[in-house]
C-alpha cells in the first residue's frame, strides 16, 4: 500500500517548519523540540486525569493516572504505559493523548510512568523504573483504586521495548501477574541492516537509521547490545509471557524488527496478534487526531486489552 494520504499530508506540513536532526542535535534541543508537542485538537475527554508520584527505592517517578468514560462501577483493570522516545526524549505530556484514547479503548485505567532518561540515567534505568512501577502500582492498587490482579504493560517505539522488557523480568525475577503486553512498533534490536531500515530509514518517514543510532549510543553507552539482554529483545527467551499484542508501521525503520519478535513470540507458545498498519509511519498511534485510519488500530489495542482483561 502507498503512503496514507493523511500521514502524507502531515510530513508535507511537517517539512515546511524548522528542521531538527535527532542525530545530530544536542539532548536539550532535541527535547525542546520532541518534548513540547503542538496539540492536534483537543484531548479526548476522559473520566478523570490525576498526575501522582511514585515513591520506588532511592527515587520518585512522576506519572499521571487516567480513568476511562465508561466504567461500570466495578475496580478498574490497569495498563502501565512507557512513553515513546528512544529512551532519551519524552515525558507525560508528549504522549497524554494516546493514553486517553487508550483509556477509553481499553475500559480500563491508564498510568503512564515518567521513568529515567539517558543519556543522563542510561541502561538499565528506564527497564528498572518501569518494573519497579508496575510492582509498586499492584502494591498500591487500593490508592489507585484499581484491580490489582488485572494489569498489563504497554508502550509504543523505546516504550515498547520497555513494556516487553518489563514482561521478561516479571516471568524472571517474579512479580504481578500480567493479563497482556501490547507493542507498539516496539525496538527490539541493534541490527540496522534489516531491510526496513534499508527501505524506511533515509528520514523521509519520520524516524531515521541515523536517529536509532543515537538514541541506542545514548541509552546504551559503553554496553554493546548483546551484553544488554533488557534492551536488545530479539535474542530472549520468549516462552511464558503473556498473551501479546504486536502493531508495527509499513513505512517505520523499526518494521521488520517488531515483525521478527512477534514471530518469536508466538514461536514461543505465547499467544500473539500481529498487525502491520499499512500505509503508516512510527508515531502514527500519537497522529490519530488528524490520521483518522489510525484510529481503528487504537481501538483494537483496546479491544485486545479488554479481552485478556475479562478473562
Known amino acids: 500500500m502507498t503512503l496514507n494520504p493523511a500521514i502524507e499530508a502531515m510530513l508535507a506540513m511537517m ?21 513540547n508537542p503542538v496539540p492536534y485538537g483537543p484531548p479526548p475527554e476522559v473520566a478523570s486525569v490525576r498526575d501522582i508520584e511514585l515513591a520506588l527505592d532511592g527515587r520518585t517517578l512522576a506519572a499521571r493516572l487516567y480513568l476511562p468514560l465508561e466504567q461500570d462501577g466495578a475496580a478498574l483493570p490497569l495498563v502501565l504505559y512507557f512513553h515513546g522516545g528512544g529512551w532519551v526524549l519524552g515525558n507525560l505530556d508528549t504522549h497524554d493523548v494516546p493514553c486517553r484514547a487508550l483509556s477509553n ?57 520497555l513494556a516487553a522488557a518489563v514482561a521478561l523480568m516479571i516471568r524472571d525475577r517474579g ?11 516496539p525496538v527490539t534490536d541493534t541490527d540496522f541492516d534489516r531491510a526496513s531500515y534499508k527501505a524506511n530509514g533515509g528520514g523521509n518517514y519520520f524516524l531515521s537509521t541515523d536517529a536509532m543510532r543515537m538514541f541506542w549510543d545514548r541509552y546504551l553507552g559503553d554496553i554493546a547490545g548483546e551484553d544488554a539482554p533488557l534492551a536488545k529483545l530479539i535474542d530472549s527467551d520468549l516462552a511464558g509471557l ?41 508515531g502514527f498511534f500519537n497522529m490519530f487526531q488528524i490520521v483518522p485510519d489510525a484510529v481503528p488500530w487504537i481501538e483494537k489495542a483496546g479491544a485486545n486489552l479488554a479481552k485478556d482483561f475479562a478473562v
Open 15 to 35: 517539512a515546511e517548519g524548522p528542521a531538527l536532526d535527532f542525530s545530530t542535535a544536542s539532548v536539550a534541543e532535541a527535547r525542546a523540540v520532541f518534548d
Open 105 to 161: 479503548a481499553s475500559k480500563a485505567a491508564v498510568l503512564s510512568v515518567a521513568y529515567r532518561l539517558a543519556p543522563e540515567h542510561p541502561y538499565p534505568a528506564a527497564a528498572e523504573d518501569c518494573y519497579a512501577a508496575t510492582v509498586w502500582a499492584a502494591n498500591n492498587a487500593d490508592m489507585l483504586g484499581i484491580d490489582g490482579t488485572r494489569l498489563a504493560v504497554a508502550g509504543d517505539s523505546a516504550g515498547g521495548n
Open 175 to 185: 512479580g504481578p501477574a500480567l493479563a497482556h503486553q501490547l507493542l507498539i512498533y
Open 242 to 282: 503473556p498473551p501479546a499484542t504486536v502493531i508495527t508501521a509499513q513505512y517505520d525503520p523499526l518494521c521488520d524488527e517488531g515483525t521478527a519478535f512477534a514471530q518469536k513470540l508466538s514461536a514461543a507458545g505465547v499467544p500473539t496478534d500481529y498487525h502491520c498498519a499499512p500505509g503508516m509511519i512510527h
